[in-house]
């Protein structure tokens, strides 16, 4: 079962929508249209946490449904996003470790994949030199927008996981905090993050254990599923960690034996279009 504390959020969800999607009279009616329609995929999305069988059939509908729920339900959610995130246990805490396991340097070029609000990515851009948040909710980017005033070396991109629009061996570094429980294909997201990490580049994944939220049991990891795929994507030196109350951590790095391998797989990945912003602030 999920923490009440967790539990009694979804209610503040509900009321908070609630408020803002039926209780603002100077809306058009165009929006209002938006919001009902927006507001439909947001318990549907809800319910899938709550039904094992309907998260699995949002799945098997895959792009037709399953990621325009996704992209609809974020950019609603994320004006409260941070509100609800944040009181999960520690949840403050895991992004600050996640960090500092990536070690990021001035150096490092970083990219935060599935970013939300930059909980983790704005913290990147107080240690690396340059980072990007990529994210398939355009609402969520305009919510780290605002948050990243002021800051030079953050650069936002709207984009899916599944597809990552960056040259081969663009980053040093590749965090990802929370977003593997929900995308399908998780193991194809992990190579699309090894294919754009340079040479010598580390991961830092934060996903929920399923053993410990049974909600989650149909469609998120465990700690072996996990380390699994991530050997299968050829990464290295693998770490995990399992933190309380159900949070899985993993550090990896990308190590090619040979210099050969290295070209090869760079120019193998050389036909993806360059890194386009959509903001920059």
């Known amino acids: 079962m999920l923490p009440i504390k967790v539990c009694l959020n979804y209610t503040y969800v509900i009321k908070t929508f609630y408020n803002l999607s039926f209780k603002e009279n100077n809306m058009m009616s165009m929006s209002k249209c938006k919001e009902f329609r927006a507001s439909i995929y ?10 094992i069988t309907l998260g699995s059939l949002l799945r098997l509908l895959r792009k037709f449904f399953y990621f325009k729920t996704l992209g609809l339900f974020y950019d609603l959610f994320s004006r409260f996003y941070d509100n609800f995130t944040l009181s999960l246990p520690n949840y403050s ?43 398939l909710s355009l609402g969520q980017l305009k ?34 905090s929370g977003a593997l429980s929900e995308i399908i294909d ?22 929920f254990n399923k053993e410990n939220i049974p909600l989650l049991r149909s469609w ?19 770490r995990l960690l399992k933190i309380k109350p159900f949070y899985i951590i ?19 990945s050389n036909n993806r279009p360059h890194m386009s912003l959509l903001f920059r602030t």
């Open 143 to 176: 919510q780290l927008q605002l948050k990243a005033r002021g800051i030079a070396n953050i650069h936002l991109v709207l984009g899916d996981a599944r597809k990552l629009p960056f040259r081969g061996g663009s980053f040093d570094l590749i965090t990802c």
């Open 93 to 135: 805490t895991i992004c600050q470790f996640i960090v500092q396991l990536a070690h990021p340097s001035k150096n490092d070029c970083a990219l935060d994949v599935a970013c939300g609000t930059g909980l983790v990515t704005l913290l990147l851009t107080q240690r690396a030199g340059e980072v990007v948040g990529l994210d």
């Open 250 to 268: 993993a550090k990896a790095k990308k190590i090619i034996h040979s210099r050969l391998d290295f070209i090869y797989r760079r120019s193998k």
């Open 220 to 238: 998120a990891y465990n700690a072996e599923e996990l380390e699994k795929d991530l050997r299968d994507c050829r990464l290295k030196e693998i």
């Open 42 to 51: 947001y318990f549907i999305y809800l319910l899938s946490y709550l039904s």
């Open 186 to 207: 998780k193991k194809y997201v992990i190579k699309e993050m090894y294919n754009v990490l340079s040479y010598d580049g580390r991961i830092a994944i934060m996903t």
